[in-house]
């Protein structure tokens, strides 16, 4: 299991940007899909966007499609969420969470259950 750590939270007016950070330090991180997912208050989670091992492919749910990316530095342990046109609606904590596949090209899903390893989240407030 990785020890994952989010950045990058913050308070933000309607339209603008944050871009988040997962990383896991010392780990074996080319190993692992690493998926996005948010929570807000009384919903459930909810799978926001995957990338693969490699970062040769990614996936997104409807809602922030166009407006978020994700992107991966194997080199430096990282992932990243670059968050453009934020609305109100993306209120919620942000978790960066981890999928073991070894050396197998797995399509990211985005279904919380296939996830093992979980970041203690980051707060991402839209608010004016």
């Known amino acids: 299991q990785l020890q994952l750590v989010e950045s990058g939270g913050g308070l933000v007016q309607p339209g603008g940007s944050l871009r988040l950070s997962c990383t896991a330090p010392?780990?074996?991180?080319?190993?692992?899909?690493i998926g996005w997912f948010r929570q807000a208050p009384g919903k459930e989670r909810e799978g926001v966007s995957a990338?693969?091992?490699?970062?040769?492919?990614?996936n997104y749910a409807d809602s922030v499609k166009g407006r978020f990316t994700i992107s991966r530095d194997n080199a430096k342990n990282t992932v990243y969420l670059q968050m453009n046109s934020l609305k109100p609606e993306d209120t919620a904590v942000y978790y960066c969470?981890?999928?073991?596949?070894?050396?197998?090209?797995?399509?990211?899903?985005?279904?919380?259950?296939?996830?093992?390893?979980w970041g203690q989240g980051t707060q991402v407030t839209v608010f004016s």
């Open positions: 010392g780990s074996t991180w080319n190993y692992y899909n």
């Open positions: 990338i693969t091992s490699s970062g040769g492919d990614t």
């Open positions: 969470a981890a999928s073991y596949v070894g050396n197998w090209d797995v399509i990211p899903g985005l279904d919380p259950r296939g996830f093992g390893s």
